[in-house]
């Protein structure tokens, strides 16, 4: 299984930022999906995940209403949808892959696969 996420980049206070994670080697429709970021001197945390069968979503409080969590099956890629980013939001991104039929999950225990990561900056 590989994870490869892109998107990531260098975006102003207020600004968005679509980041992707192209998936091979696994069907993600039928998996868990999640994403968790890692901030310098930070311990890596949770920032959104996704059922197996898309119908349910979880979000850490501190992103809630400002990023949406996606996937489009026929492309076997999940999305980050990140709106009105805070320069609190600047980490390394990583999406994940859980559990075979799965509900989200908010901790790492959860998740079996992981991307390398993508770097956002979010400048005040």
């Known amino acids: 299984v590989q994870l490869v996420e892109s998107g990531g980049g260098l975006v102003q206070a207020g600004g968005s930022l679509r980041l992707s994670c192209a998936a091979s080697?696994?069907?993600?429709?039928?998996?868990?999906m999640g994403w968790f970021r890692q901030s310098p001197g930070k311990e890596r945390e949770f920032v959104a995940a996704?059922?197996?069968?898309?119908?349910?979503?979880l979000y850490a409080d501190s992103v809630k209403g400002r990023f949406t969590i996606s996937r489009d099956n026929a492309k076997n890629t999940m999305y980050l949808q990140m709106n009105s980013l805070k320069p609190e939001d600047t980490a390394v991104y990583y999406c994940?892959?859980?559990?075979?039929?799965?509900?989200?999950?908010?901790?790492?225990?959860?998740?079996?696969?992981w991307g390398q990561g993508t770097q956002v900056t979010v400048s005040s």
């Open positions: 994940a892959s859980g559990r075979y039929r799965r509900n989200p999950e908010g901790v790492q225990s959860g998740y079996d696969y």
């Open positions: 996704m059922g197996w069968n898309g119908g349910v979503t």
């Open positions: 080697g696994r069907t993600i429709s039928m998996y868990s």
